[in-house]
């Protein structure tokens, strides 16, 4: 994965983002710490993917603080511009949140903006009585966007007939 440009998202973001190790890093007004990581999907037909993990690392109670969904979407953006590939995600299922996790992130990423950019796309899979919440992102202008969607919605049929 090609780096993020921390110039760009400096000026950017409305939290300062700082790369420690492999992960883009910040703390909120209220003091929540967040990382975000890009894990390469080795398997995902032949196409550069990664996993997109936003991660709560302080372990507070998050206040709805608008500056932490413009961060997020500013290093999306950035992942996108540095790294024109395929972007998934599956919900963190903590606390059995994971359908609001999914409606949280699909209301901070479908604006208008964004979906002149990327298609996104969602399912739901449910493995040992758990739904899990998993999308795919990808930019319009992708080379193999319809080949990309494809392979997704072969992956999430495979996953709700348990198949191997």
Avoid at 103 to 118: A, C, P, T, V
């Amino acid at each position: 994965m090609n780096p993020l440009d921390q110039a760009f998202l400096s000026r950017l973001a409305p939290y300062t983002v700082v790369l420690i190790g492999d992960e883009y890093c910040f703390r909120t007004d209220f003091g929540v710490d967040y990382a975000v990581a890009f894990n390469p999907e080795p398997s995902f037909g032949g196409l550069p993917a990664y996993w997109f993990d936003l991660s709560n690392r302080s372990g507070k109670a998050s206040p709805n603080d608008p500056k932490v969904r413009d961060t997020v979407i500013r290093i999306i953006i950035e992942f996108f511009r540095a790294n024109p590939d395929i972007l998934l995600y599956m919900c963190d299922n903590a606390n059995d949140q994971q359908a609001q996790r999914n409606r949280l992130f699909l209301r901070w990423f479908m604006g208008e903006e964004q979906s002149k950019h990327y298609v996104i796309k969602t399912a739901v899979v449910e493995d040992e009585g758990m739904e899990n919440f998993i999308a795919i992102i990808v930019p319009r202008i992708h080379p193999y966007m319809n080949e990309a969607i494809a392979y997704f919605d072969a992956e999430i049929e495979m996953f709700k007939n348990n198949k191997p």
